[in-house]
């Protein structure tokens, strides 16, 4: 089994910054793509930013600019530098990662538990 463990989220005012983190750990072969998803109240969760392992990055509009997100594969943990925060960015922030586990060797995709994000003056 396989667990992601985000951390990071809080209270933060318009125009501030926060690092979020998420750590997986468990029965892991090698970790896929990673992501960052978020969810407001009444919206569906969307697609914030996305990871290769070799790097290759995506990022919803919104945040180009703003949001940067990495990885460390020696760690197996993901992160997303979040600048210049606006109100809008409130939201839930869930990882994703596609993960190939060892015994049986299979691929399955996992889901954090969410961090709050919330900007706010």
């Known amino acids: 089994q396989v667990q992601l463990v985000e951390s990071g989220g809080g209270l933060v005012q318009p125009g501030g910054s926060l690092r979020l983190s998420c750590a997986a750990s468990g029965s892991i072969f090698s970790i896929l793509n990673m992501g960052w998803y978020r969810q407001a109240p009444g919206n569906q969760r969307e697609l914030v930013a996305g990871i290769t392992r070799d790097g290759s990055t995506t990022y919803a509009d919104s945040v180009k600019g703003r949001f940067t997100i990495s990885r460390d594969n020696a760690k197996n943990t993901l992160y997303l530098q979040m600048n210049r925060l606006k109100p809008e960015d409130t939201a839930v922030y869930y990882c994703?990662?596609?993960?190939?586990?060892?015994?049986?060797?299979?691929?399955?995709?996992?889901w954090g538990q969410g961090t709050q994000v919330t900007v706010s003056s």
């Open positions: 994703k990662a596609s993960v190939v586990l060892a015994t049986p060797i299979r691929r399955d995709d996992y």
